[in-house]
C-alpha cells in the first residue's frame, strides 16, 4: 500500500491534530466562501452569455435585457429582484474589477462579506486610483475583522481623496436642512442633516446631560428618552432652567485630530493626513483650522509633540488625569475589543495589568474598552495583554487558544530632542521616533 507510506515514517507517538468546534465551524465557513466565489462567478457568466444572445437586437433593449437577466436570476434564486441586482453588479465587480479580490475569495482568504465591502467602498474611488487602492485593501481584507476593514478602507479612500474633500464638503453643506418625518400613534421625527462635527457634538451634548439627569432620585425614563426630552425643552423654550445646575452647562466635547503642520502650510497640508474627528473621519482642512480657532468647545490633539503629554502617573492615582485619558482614547479610537466599532470616547478605561496586582497607570497599561469587552475581558476565560513595545496594538487569546491582534488607529511617538533643533526651535524641533 503506497499511500501508508508516509505513516510508516511517522514515529508511534505521533497524533494527528483533532479538530475542535471552532475548526468545525471554521471549515464550513471556509467552505462558503469557496462557493460564493464560485457563484459570482457564475453568475458574472451567466450574465455574459445572456447579454451575447441578446447583441443584433440593438442597443436601446440593452436596458431591457439587463432586468431581464436580474429577473432571470431572481426566479431562479427565490430572491427578490433588488437582491439579484445586488449579485449582479458584486459579480462584476470582482470578475472584472478586483480580480485579485475574488480570488482571495475563491480561497477562503477573505469572507464574502470582506468581498462586498471592497468593491462597494473602491467603487466610490477615482476610477484611475482602485489599482493603487486595491493592492493596499488586500492585506488588510486578509486579516481585519469586518467592521475594522471596512473603517480602514473608507478612511484610505477619503484620504487619497482628501485633495477634494474640501470641495466636495463645501457642495455637501449646501445641502444641510431639517425634516419632520411622520410617524404612527401620533408620532414624528425630526431629522437634522448637518456637517458631522455639529451633529455629534449635539448628540454628545445631550447623552452627557441624560447622564446627568438619569442619576436623580425616581428618574425612570431611559437614556433614549432622557435625550428626546431634553432636545424638545431645548428646541422648544430654548432654555435648560428647570434642569438641575449641574447639568445645564454642559458642553459637548469633539475630538479633532489635526496635522500640526497642515495648519500653518498648504503645500504641507497636500501631502500628510487630513484632519479626522473621532468616530466620524476625515474633514476639510479649512473646517479643522476653523475648529482649532480657540473655541473650548474643542479638544485638540495635534499629531505632533505637544509639551506636557502625560504618559504616565505611576501607582499615584488608580484613575488616569484627564490628559492621560484623552491620549488613551485618542491612540485607539475605538474600543480595543476585536472588530468592535464603540467610539473611545464612549469606553471605559481599563487597567491591563489589575491596579491590585500593582498595575500602573500609564499609557502602555490603559486600554479603553466598551463595557461588553470590558465584560468578557474580566469575566471570562480570554486573555488580553498589550503587546510590548508595539505602541498599544493588543493580543486577544480566545479560551479555545486563538490569538487576535487589534491595532490602535494611531501610534503615540517618542520624542527625542536634537540638538540642532535647539538653534531653531521651531515647529520642527523634535524628531519623531516610532516606538
Ligand atoms: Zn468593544
Sequence with gaps: MEDAAWWDGVGEDFLPPVPDAVDLV??????VSVFAAQRLTRIDAMRRELLREATGRGDGVREIVERSIRLELATAMRVTEYAAGRLIAQAEALVRRYPSALDALGAARITEKHAEILADVLDEAPVELREQLLARAMPLAESEPVGTFRRALRTMVETVQAT??????????????????????????????????????????????????????GETRSRDQLRADIAADLLIDGSTDHLPSSASGIRAQVVVTVPVLALLDDALAAEGDPATVEGIGPIPLSRARELCGGDSLWMRVLTHPETGMVLSVGRDSYRPPAALQRLVRWRADRCMGPGCSMPASRCEIDHQVRWVDDGETCLDNNLPFCKGHHLAKDNTDWRVRQIEGSGGSVAWTSPTGRRYVVHPARRVPAFTIQSSAIRDAGERSFAAAPF
Excluded: S, Y
Design 26 to 31: 471554521i471549515e464550513a465557513a471556509t467552505m
Design 164 to 217: 477634494t474633500l474640501e470641495e466636495r464638503h463645501r457642495r455637501a453643506v449646501a445641502q444641510r436642512r431639517l425634516v419632520i418625518e411622520p410617524g404612527q400613534d401620533g408620532m414624528a421625527g425630526l431629522w437634522i442633516f448637518a456637517p458631522a462635527v455639529e451633529i455629534h457634538a449635539i448628540h454628545g451634548r445631550l447623552t452627557e446631560m441624560a447622564k446627568v439627569l438619569a442619576k436623580r432620585e
